[in-house]
Nanobody
Framework: VQLAESGGGLVQAGGSLRLSCAISGRASSGYAVAWFRQAPGKEREFLGGVTWTGRKASFSDSVKGRFNISRDNAKDTVYLQMNSLKPEDTAVYYC???????????????????WGQGTQVTVSS
């Protein structure tokens, strides 16, 4: 299984970006996907996730109300819509897949065996 994020870039504060996470070579059963981010010098932070059937896990307080997650299983793609971006949202964003569970999203990093390479998001003030 391979994951690949795309859609990162430079955006002004208040702007929006949509990140994509394309999953290839997936297992035959469903899987949950989570989004994390890591800013320089900080721990990798759980943002939120989505189950196979589209149920969303609670978002981190830092992004609640501004970020949303969706998925298109036909395209094996999960999206992270980011609105009202702030300079403190600057980070490398990662998606991760949990092939052992389809209907629960964990916030702990060690649960996830499969990760993308990350995509940089930079928000200027």
């Amino acid at each position: 299984v391979q994951l690949a994020e795309s859609g990162g870039g430079l955006v002004q504060a208040g702007g929006s970006l949509r990140l994509s996470c394309a999953i290839s070579g997936r297992a035959s059963s469903g899987y949950a996907v989570a989004w994390f981010r890591q800013a320089p010098g900080k721990e990798r932070e759980f943002l939120g996730g989505v189950t196979w059937t589209g149920r969303k896990a609670s978002f981190s307080d830092s992004v609640k109300g501004r970020f949303n997650i969706s998925r298109d299983n036909a395209k094996d793609t999960v999206y992270l819509q980011m609105n009202s971006l702030k300079p403190e949202d600057t980070a490398v964003y990662y998606c991760a897949a949990d092939l052992n569970r389809s209907e629960y999203v964990f916030s702990q990093r060690h649960i996830y065996e499969y990760w993308g390479q990350g995509t940089q998001v930079t928000v200027s003030s």
